[in-house]
């Protein structure tokens, strides 16, 4: 089992950035390939972002490419989310999630078997 916990979430306007956290306990994490993904109200979980269990590979969605950034630090337990020129669009709860380091499709919530609890942005107009 692999306990996972968001945080940094909160309201900001648009054009403002915004760090979100996720630390992870239980297994060892770096055995863990990491994703983001984000549901806002009346919408499907969408991908966000990718790293590799080395932080060797990130992939991100083509809305957020270029202004979000995902990292790792095995030593703490974390992934991030680094998230910059933020727009209304982005307003959702956000989710950490850990699968198997050999999933192929990265983008699919269901490769992914463990889940943080999420945390809110409200991006602001």
């Known amino acids: 089992q692999v306990q996972l916990v968001e945080s940094g979430g909160g309201l900001v306007q648009a054009g403002g950035s915004l760090r979100l956290s996720c630390a992870a306990s239980?297994?060892?994490?770096?055995?863990?390939?990491m994703g983001w993904f984000r549901q806002a109200p009346g919408k499907e979980r969408e991908f966000v972002a990718y790293?590799?269990?080395?932080?060797?590979?990130?992939y991100y969605a083509d809305s957020v490419k270029g202004r979000f950034t995902i990292s790792r630090d095995n030593a703490k337990n974390t992934v991030y989310l680094q998230m910059n020129g933020l727009k209304p669009e982005d307003t959702a709860v956000y989710y950490c999630?850990?699968?198997?380091?050999?999933?192929?499709?990265?983008?699919?919530?269901?490769?992914?078997?463990?889940w943080g609890q999420g945390t809110q942005i409200t991006v602001s107009s």
């Open positions: 790293i590799s269990w080395s932080g060797g590979s990130t």
């Open positions: 239980g297994r060892t994490f770096s055995d863990y390939a």
């Open positions: 999630a850990a699968a198997r380091p050999d999933i192929f499709a990265y983008g699919l919530a269901k490769e992914y078997d463990y």
